[in-house]
């Protein structure tokens, strides 16, 4: 599959937003968690000011640049409006050369993300208490792990926290992938590893408890054929049919390696990006997804507004129930811990539907992308919210160049096309525990930077490609440290 050949990426905003709901109805559903989507909503505006006071900021200090007092000025407007201060090299010589937009606009897009990170759980504290789906509710569903792998479309930034209501932790994590076409290779890896901690005593009360894997893809229903995913060529059907049989080989592989009953279970799931509703596609008695039988949450939705919520839940179920028999009834019904997450995630994301539009007017103004940078490497589990950044999971630029592709394509739309450079942020974990491990993850971004210049080497050439390295500590409090070039002099 050649994921880079039929890319569509459209970034123009709608001129008029549609509302499902239309402008001033807010409807209220009886499952709906209105508080929690106000400290959501709250956190939403908290980051995007984090990013939208940059251009402002960066357009007044052009302004100055020539001034006597320039660098101490500049310092006291970017620690009034954007709440830290800029590195002096790029102030310093401004009079000689004028100001180096571009370098500053990736530096504070860098900056703006690094502060979201640490100021995470003073951000967070107030909807990770009161999110619908705790781990605990995981457990009880009979999973000790949730692997979710989604597209790295920045649209499902904010899957985990927002779309589908889960709090992320140590036994629920999100790895994105262009298209969500997760390396089989690598989810056997992190599958064995958590099965050895369950199986060597590391995960207390889950032995008896199994893994799920889940995969995300995405479309647009308002305009499927052009705002759907990209690595796809906005071909839902393509999307789809794709992930299922991610999750279908991973099964096999390990089925084929460790025996028969060995492999997770396994769950699909298809986001609606432009409302955030999920059609959750889920398996028969024997673990086999067929991609026909799914629940909808926006039909759920609309059919059970009004209900109170017995009613609406009894509703759910039933809906269920029907399309669980819809088709190939013989094929008997899932486990009934599968069932109570199917159920769980549907009446969560109703609040997300909600959230959309009361705060989006129903449907998200822009409906493509609108991402600020790449993040390249491993994620960070800081920051969950919608058109951020576009992650590629990566080991190494070769293996995952197609991820870097599609990026790179959707920033030269974004950032390129007016004048600016786009942010790369190579970021990676290491463990404290392990001796040497931090020098050794330096040099592994370092590697990695020097790759994606060489790739891209005509955009760096031109100063449009801005590499950021950072590092962040797995079990220890280091978190997004930014690591610099190795200073020339060095080398005499
Ligand atoms: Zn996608
Ligand atoms: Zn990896």
């Known amino acids: 599959m050649n994921m880079t050949e039929n890319l569509m990426v459209k970034t123009e905003p709608l001129v008029e937003p549609i509302s499902a709901a239309g402008s001033n109805q807010v409807s209220k559903h009886s499952l709906v968690d209105p508080e929690l989507n106000e400290f959501l909503y709250i956190y939403e505006e908290l980051v995007r000011s984090r990013f939208s006071a940059i251009t402002n900021t960066l357009k007044t200090l052009s302004i100055y640049q020539h001034e006597l007092d320039f660098v101490t000025r500049a310092q006291r407007i970017a620690l009034d409006q954007l709440h830290y201060e800029l590195p002096l090299s790029l102030l310093e010589d401004s009079w000689v050369s004028g100001l180096n937009l571009r370098a500053l606009h990736s530096y504070c897009i860098f900056r703006s993300f690094k502060e979201c990170v640490a100021k995470a759980r003073f951000d967070q504290a107030s909807w990770r208490e009161r999110i619908a ?12 792990t949730v692997n979710i792998s989604s597209c790295a479309d920045g649209r499902l930034q904010g899957l985990l926290s927002f779309i589908l209501r889960l709090v992320p932790s140590e036994s629920i994590y999100v790895k994105s992938y262009a298209g969500a076409m997760f390396n089989i290779e690598e989810d056997i890896v992190n599958w064995a590893h958590r099965e050895l901690e369950r199986l060597t005593g590391g995960l207390p009360g889950d032995e008896d408890k199994n893994y799920l894997k889940i995969a995300v893809y ?25 992930a299922l049989e991610r999750l279908n080989e991973l099964r096999a592989a390990i089925n084929n390696t460790y025996g028969r009953g060995a492999a997770p279970d396994i769950l699909l799931i298809g986001v609606d990006t432009d409302i955030d509703s999920i059609r959750v596609h889920f398996p028969d008695v024997s673990g086999d997804i067929n991609p026909d039988r799914y629940i909808d949450s926006g039909k759920i939705y609309q059919e059970s507004i009004g209900m109170d919520q017995e009613t609406a839940r009894m509703y759910i179920s039933d809906a269920l129930d029907k399309a669980e028999s819809g088709l190939s009834s013989e094929k008997g ?33 822009v409906i493509g992308h609108n991402e600020r940078f790449i993040c390249a490497g491993e994620s960070m589990n800081e920051l969950h919210l919608r058109n951020k950044y576009y992650f590629a999971h990566l080991n190494t630029v070769e293996e995952a160049a197609v991820h870097l592709d599609v990026g790179v394509k ?9 004048g600016l450079a786009i942010p790369i942020l190579v970021h990676y974990h290491y463990s404290s525990r392990v001796p040497g491990a931090r020098e050794r993850v330096i040099q592994r971004c370092r590697r990695v930077k020097a790759a994606i210049e060489s790739r891209y080497s005509k955009l760096h050439e031109r100063g449009l490609l801005n590499c ?14 930014f690591i610099e070039d190795e200073v020339k002099v060095a080398e005499h």
């Open 333 to 365: 019904k899932m486990a009934a811990g599968m069932r109570s997450l199917v159920v769980g995630l549907v009446e969560a994301n109703l609040s997300q539907i909600e959230f959309v539009i009361q705060y989006h007017a129903g449907r998200y103004r």
């Open 218 to 242: 995405h479309y647009s229903s308002s305009n499927p054929a052009h705002q759907g995913c990209a690595a796809h060529g906005s071909d839902t059907e393509k999307a789809l049919k794709s």
């Open 133 to 144: 789906l705790h781990t605990s509710f995981i457990h009880s569903c009979g999973y000790h």
């Open 468 to 481: 950021q390295i950072a590092i962040s500590d797995k079990v220890g409090t280091e978190r997004c440290t």
């Open 410 to 418: 959707i920033f030269t739309e974004l950032n390129i096309k007016h």
